[in-house]
């Protein structure tokens, strides 16, 4: 699993923070039980500030997905809420949606857009099916050339 803060965005970065992890635990992906990264080191991944990580951390307890116990570190709640399979669906929508029309704004066509997202799927698996560790390094594209 990938945490990514985008700069530009209109979001605030706990908030884009806070979504994804909430995501990962209602989707599974973050297993009941599962270790999350330090806050000062998933901040010094990310580049933001380490009250912005504990803020979103904190969200994330308040809504009883998270349980933070002092030195043992965060944690996901023993029973996180899941989607059911018509929000799920509508979020995949969402995505879908929008990650086309970035394609379609790129002058990308369908071909290109699914071999790129089969691409992504590829990697982001291991041997093991799970996701990459919260502060990996996500991949970004390379700027446009001039």
Not at 7 to 30: F, H, K, N, W
Not at 52 to 73: F, K, N, Q
Not at 121 to 137: D, F, V
Request: charged residues 20%; aromatic residues 4%.
């Amino acid at each position: 699993m990938i945490v990514t803060v985008d700069g530009d965005s209109a979001i605030p970065p706990y908030e884009q923070i806070r979504g994804q992890i909430e995501t990962m635990v209602r989707a599974g992906t973050l297993k009941a039980g599962a270790q999350l990264p330090p806050i000062r080191r998933l901040a010094g991944d990310l580049g933001v500030a380490s009250g912005t990580v504990a803020r979103a951390y904190r969200e994330l307890e308040a809504a009883e997905i998270l349980i933070t116990r002092g030195r043992h570190g965060t944690q996901v709640a023993d029973v996180p809420p899941g989607y059911t399979a018509a929000q799920r669906r509508a979020l995949l929508t969402e995505a879908a949606r929008t990650y086309a029309g970035i394609g379609r704004q790129m002058g990308v066509d369908d071909v290109e857009l699914v071999a790129a997202l089969r691409t992504e799927l590829s990697n982001r698996t291991n041997y093991e099916g799970e996701a990459p560790p919260i502060g990996a390094t996500p991949y970004s594209p390379p700027a446009p050339s001039r």
